[in-house]
């Protein structure tokens, strides 16, 4: 069983990150600054999030708190204070002058991509390796081989297209190559390192703790996505004059491809 995770978490690993390296290797920081085609990429990425967070991670977390015997919403307030402390730390606590060079209009700050902030970014990185290590968390706790391929499908649909909305990401903020490809391989090894970590807290971790620790982090995950394809890429793609309509649309394919996902895994 340790050499079956062992394979399936390298698999992941791949997954994750070939689909990062795709727009890293495609787009040219030409191509950040004004490309159509990376903003519509970038477009498509808030889709994935947005429907990451409300379709997969929120429904998981409620589920897991009310087997837990909770009935108060606890995952939906969770999500709502990750929403509520990203405002905080993005909008409130920075000094004024930073809080204007940070959230200017989307067409004057990127204009000069050098100055662009990275911490759209960051975040994106934060939630979506909170999430690959949760799951590697529950693929490395499985105890039958079946159970651990069912979450390993489910892993390697996901990675790719999340791996793909990181690597836009990093792009778009204007993150320099060589920390882009840190980021993007701290991001492929959070799923690895979840598998080793369940395998190796399954031995003496209660099923009441590990489900309160993964249900807590699943919520605050959610919340994480949902700001960030709300408040960060979408309202930034759309102060863009022109080509509304075609980013929408992406929007609109990344969350019904993740949504369909939902059918399955």
Do not use: C, N
Not at 238 to 244: C, H, I, N, V, Y
Request: hydrophobic share 60%.
């Amino acid at each position: 069983m340790a050499e079956l995770k062992l394979v399936l978490g390298l698999a992941v690993l791949a997954a994750g990150a070939l689909g990062g390296a795709l727009p890293l290797r495609r787009f040219g920081r030409e191509d950040a600054a004004g490309g159509r085609v990376l903003e519509r990429a970038y477009a498509f990425s808030a889709g994935v999030f947005l429907a990451a967070g409300l379709v997969h991670l929120l429904p998981r977390a409620d589920a897991a708190w009310r087997e837990l015997g909770f009935d108060y919403p606890l995952a939906f307030a969770l999500a709502a204070a990750a929403i509520l402390l990203m405002l905080l730390f993005e909008h409130v606590l920075p000094p004024e002058e930073a809080h204007h060079a940070l959230h200017a209009p989307s067409a004057e700050r990127f204009s000069h991509l050098p100055e662009a902030s990275p911490r759209g970014a960051y975040a994106v990185l934060i939630a979506l390796s909170v999430h690959a290590l949760l799951a590697g968390l529950a693929l490395g706790t499985q105890r039958s081989a079946g159970g651990a391929l069912v979450i390993f499908a489910a892993l390697l649909a996901h990675k790719t297209v999340e791996g793909f909305a990181l690597g836009v990401s990093l792009v778009r903020h204007g993150m320099p190559a060589g920390r882009a490809w840190t980021l993007l391989g701290l991001f492929a090894l959070a799923t690895p390192l979840g598998i080793a970590l369940g395998a190796g807290l399954d031995a003496w971790l209660d099923d009441t703790t590990r489900g309160g620790l993964e249900a807590t982090f699943l919520a605050l995950a959610a919340g994480t996505f949902a700001y960030v394809a709300t408040l960060d890429i979408l309202r930034e793609e759309l102060q863009t004059p022109g080509d509304r309509l075609a980013k929408w649309l992406w929007v609109v394919v990344g969350a019904a491809g993740m949504g369909v996902l939902a059918l399955w895994v």
